[in-house]
């Protein structure tokens, strides 16, 4: 079995309501296809929903989970531009 596989391959592995961690610092070593596959599946099948979303730094790309109904809790060590997430 591979393991590689595709940014929306990886994104389909997450389920409503679970905890999602990521890192990075800006958009500096942050996965943003991820997050990117992960808004447009969210848009496109209305999951997964009620996720909780933990980061540490000021991460960059929170705006891809902006979207009503699918963040249930979000918890950042600085939220920095990520306004629209309050």
Same mark, same amino acid.
């Given at each position: 079995?591979? $393991?590689?596989?595709?940014? @929306? /391959?990886?994104?389909?592995?997450? $389920? +409503?309501? +679970?905890?999602? %961690?990521?890192?990075?610092? #800006?958009?500096?070593?942050? %996965?943003? =296809?991820?997050?990117? /596959?992960? =808004? !447009? @599946?969210? +848009? /496109?099948?209305?999951?997964? !929903? %009620?996720?909780?979303?933990?980061?540490?730094?000021? #991460?960059?790309?929170? &705006? *891809?989970?902006? !979207? =009503?109904?699918?963040? !249930? @809790?979000? &918890? %950042?060590? *600085?939220?920095?531009?990520? @306004?629209?997430? &309050?």
């Amino acid at each position: 079995m591979s $393991k590689l596989m595709t940014a @929306r /391959e990886a994104v389909n592995q997450i $389920k +409503d309501g +679970d905890f999602i %961690a990521s890192s990075g610092f #800006q958009l500096i070593t942050v %996965a943003e =296809e991820l997050l990117v /596959e992960l =808004e !447009k @599946r969210f +848009d /496109e099948t209305g999951s997964p !929903k %009620a996720l909780t979303i933990t980061h540490t730094a000021g #991460q960059a790309g929170m &705006i *891809h989970y902006a !979207k =009503e109904g699918m963040i !249930k @809790r979000y &918890i %950042a060590g *600085h939220f920095g531009g990520n @306004r629209m997430m &309050i």
